[in-house]
């Protein structure tokens, strides 16, 4: 596909940090200043649905997605962890993996609702820190799968 942002090797500095980078999938720590901590587990080769991968690329993807979760879970502390993966804007695998507390600007609705309410600045800042150590643990994790 052309065209495609998650094909595109050239990650504006706008758009996130590389975290980790292997032969079939990347993760994204997203720079969202409303929901620190956000990431993306993006598979490399431009395919549109999961079933287009072979059980051991889902498997591959999925233990990546959940080593995300895990270290999100232990460094961040949230309230709830959302998993999506929409692609309807961009169709291209890549799942979401999102912090999510009672107090984030979308609680109750989803990481793309209308803002409900507004974190605190002191609060935001505080859960920033910790996304620069949830860097660390992923990467962690993720040699852990090895």
Not at 33 to 59: A, K, Q
Not at 111 to 135: D, F, Y
Request: proline share 5%.
């Amino acid at each position: 596909m052309t065209n495609c942002a998650l094909c595109s090797e050239d990650l504006k500095l706008e758009d996130g940090q590389l975290i980790w980078r292997g032969d079939d999938c990347r993760v994204i720590l997203v720079n969202d200043p409303d929901l620190p901590g956000f990431c993306r587990v993006i598979w490399n080769r431009h395919v549109s649905e999961m079933t287009d991968l072979t059980y051991g690329e889902r498997e591959h993807l999925m233990s990546l997605v959940f080593a995300v979760e895990g270290a999100m879970r232990e460094v961040m502390q949230p309230d709830k962890i959302n998993l999506a993966a929409l692609g309807n804007m961009v169709p291209h695998i890549h799942w979401h993996v999102i912090p999510r507390y009672k107090d984030d600007a979308f609680f109750p609705g989803s990481a793309w609702s209308q803002k409900t309410q507004k974190t605190p600045r002191s609060i935001l800042e505080e859960r920033s820190q910790r996304a620069q150590k949830l860097i660390v643990a992923i990467k962690s994790a993720i040699a852990a799968l090895s």
